[in-house]
Every structure is written in C-alpha cells, then in structure tokens.
Nanobody, 123 residues
Framework: QAHLRESGGGSVQPGGSLRLSCTAS????????IGWFRHISGKPREAVSC????????TYADAVKGRFTISRDNAKNSAYLQMSSLKPEDTARYYC????????????????WGQGTQVTVSS
C-alpha cells in the first residue's frame, strides 16, 4: 500500500536542531511537489515548507524562513526538513504530503500524506 512515513522528530532545547525525513513507499516521490506541514492541537494546520517537483525550488513560511531547509533525494524516494535554531513555538506534529504545487492554493495536501512526527522544543 502506498504511503508516506515521517521520522526524525523528538525533544530538543531551544536553539537546537532536528532533521525530519519523509520517505515514500509504493509510489515515486519524484513525480510530486512535497510539502511539510505542522499541526498543533486546537489550531489550524500550518504550511511550513514546500519543494517543487521539477527544479526543487524551495518555499518557506515566514515563521521558519532562514531557520529551516527543505531538500529532496529522488534516488532515495525521500524528502527532508532540516530545522535549526528551534523555538518553543515550533513545537507541533510535523507531517509531509504530496501537494499540487508550492504556490498559493496549490500548496495543499494531495493524494498522499503521512501520520506525522512530534517535535517538542522546550528547556
């Protein structure tokens, strides 16, 4: 069964770093733009970062710009989110999804998404 699976979450102190991985099984991730989203219970989910299908152009939400880096490795059928200078407000469940695109209304989950991985930033 085709699916996405995230890994790499955990607990870290403010200022720390984590690298999230998103691995596809059962389908070819190269055919899709990939988005990272985060969700805090009781709040709307937030689009964090996106990487395009053809030229791997990255897009970032203002809240994470300069601190997070998105990348993809099509040979490994995977995408990554390197998170640095983490803040307590980054605490959330992060999940990846295939998306229609990385611009405006296209930056929405489409066809595949994972269950997420928890990131907790606390001293």
């Amino acid at each position: 069964q085709a699916h996405l699976r995230e890994s790499g979450g955990g607990s870290v102190q403010p200022g720390g770093s984590l690298r999230l991985s998103c691995t596809a099984s059962g389908f070819t991730l190269e055919r899709y733009a990939i988005g990272w989203f985060r969700h805090i219970s009781g709040k709307p989910r937030e689009a964090v970062s996106c990487i395009s299908k053809n030229d791997s152009t990255p897009t970032y939400a203002d809240a994470v710009k300069g601190r997070f880096t998105i990348s993809r490795d099509n040979a490994k059928n995977s995408a990554y989110l390197q998170m640095s200078s983490l803040k307590p407000e980054d605490t959330a469940r992060y999940y990846c999804a295939t998306v229609l695109g990385c611009v405006g209304a296209l930056w929405v989950e489409y066809e595949y998404w994972g269950q997420g991985t928890q990131v907790t930033v606390s001293s």
